[in-house]
């Protein structure tokens, strides 16, 4: 049986094989912590952490090598974020479209700090209005945090043009970029960025376990550590060191993880973040186009590749997308994910709550090919249904 990947939303596989060369070295020839020690081999391992770093941070225009902040996954770096940053009683906007990621750590805030939290109501098809967020802010309002694009649809956001309101209102601005970090172009400066939360694991093609954030110094003035403990730095100290990146790195960084994320990077930045995005249009204008000639399917989102990254969600008429999720694996190798993904705020606006939907997710490495043999076994179960 064929075996077909399409969950890239959830983890991008396969990974480059530079990526793999790049740990399996590690592992085998360095193995040791960054900036625990004199010798040799722990100064090898920090100036890995540092090229890192400044890949990273030229990567997505950041204001500094030291700006750029190591965490376990995006989770703990939105969580890092917001909850270090946004103080009692602050009003913060979000939109309906947002993962738990977002929208968990919000709500708990909700309940320990009194925060008042709008959520701006995207369009049937994950859409945001700019103007919408320009409308909800009020003397109280201290920042904006969205994702980039929706982990269910694909819907770009309008991440520009929020920035831009934010930074005109004085209002600090945070961006989940999972669903967009090494396919579509970040421009921390542009974009008035004030922290930017990415994955690892994801379209920047490194392993599971490695992600961060890049803060700016006027966020990071007033946004305390979540994580204290060992950073090599200033150990004279009880407290945790004010300096970047140490402030937020309290123990032992995933080095090898992070040397790979920078392969990862670097395998981006020689194919072109443009060509990426031109490869993955065209496979989902192919998969939308042949999705628009069965029957009995329903498509959720824009349906127009360059309104969307690579995701695109559907139902089988009367079938639930669990079991067509275990069909497409079971009978045809097909890998998918079925349910809420994580963001029943985002199900609620598209309609698809509480059952959810199919979630197709296209990377860099699938091929024509494997979209054409998916749109046959859509229209098989589709047509036995």
């Not at 997710?361 to 043999?373: M, P």
Request: aromatic share 8%; net charge neutral; with cysteine.
């Amino acid at each position: 049986m064929r075996k077909i990947y399409l969950d890239n939303a959830s983890t991008s596989y396969p990974k480059p094989q530079c990526v793999i060369d790049t740990m399996v070295d590690f592992m085998k020839n360095i193995g040791c912590n960054p900036g625990r020690g004199g010798y040799e081999k722990s100064v090898e391992s920090d100036r890995i952490v540092y090229d890192a770093r400044k890949t990273i941070n030229d990567f997505f225009n950041g204001p500094s090598s030291k700006n750029v902040i190591f965490t376990q996954n995006i989770t703990m770096s939105l969580n890092t974020i917001m909850k270090g940053m946004f103080k009692k009683n602050w009003h913060i906007i979000t939109t309906s479209m947002e993962h738990n990621s977002v929208m968990r750590p919000l709500r708990s805030l909700e309940r320990e700090r009194d925060l008042n939290v709008t959520v701006i109501k995207c369009s049937k098809e994950g859409f945001l209005n700019p103007d919408d967020i320009k409308n909800a802010i009020t003397r109280f309002t201290r920042a904006v945090v969205m994702t980039h694009a929706s982990n269910i649809t694909g819907t770009i956001l309008p991440a520009y043009e929020v920035g831009k309101i934010c930074r005109e209102n004085g209002l600090y601005f945070i961006l989940d970029s999972a669903q967009t970090a090494g396919t579509l172009d970040i421009d921390f400066k542009k974009f008035n960025i004030d922290a930017l939360a990415f994955t690892g694991h994801k379209s920047l093609l490194g392993p599971p376990g490695t992600g961060g954030f890049i803060i700016s110094d006027f966020a990071s003035e007033i946004t305390s550590s979540l994580i204290e403990g060992g950073t090599g730095s200033e150990s004279d100290m009880e407290n945790q060191p004010e300096i970047l990146p140490d402030k937020y790195e309290g123990g032992t960084l995933n080095t090898p993880g992070i040397a790979s994320l920078k392969s990862g990077i670097d395998f981006i930045k020689k194919k072109t973040i443009d060509k990426i995005r031109r490869h993955e249009q065209n496979l989902t204008d192919i998969f939308l186009n042949g999705l628009s000639s069965i029957d009995g399917i329903t498509v959720y989102g824009p349906r127009n590749p360059a309104l969307q990254t690579g995701t695109v969600s559907i139902n089988i008429k009367d079938m639930d997308p669990s079991e067509v999720s275990f069909i497409l694996d079971s009978k045809y190798g097909i890998m998918t994910r079925s349910g809420l993904h994580c963001a029943p705020s985002a199900h609620k606006t598209i309609g698809t709550f509480p059952k959810g939907t199919v979630r197709f997710s296209i990377g860099y490495f699938n091929t024509e090919d494997e979209i054409g043999y998916t749109l046959d076994a859509i229209r098989e179960i589709s047509d036995k249904n």
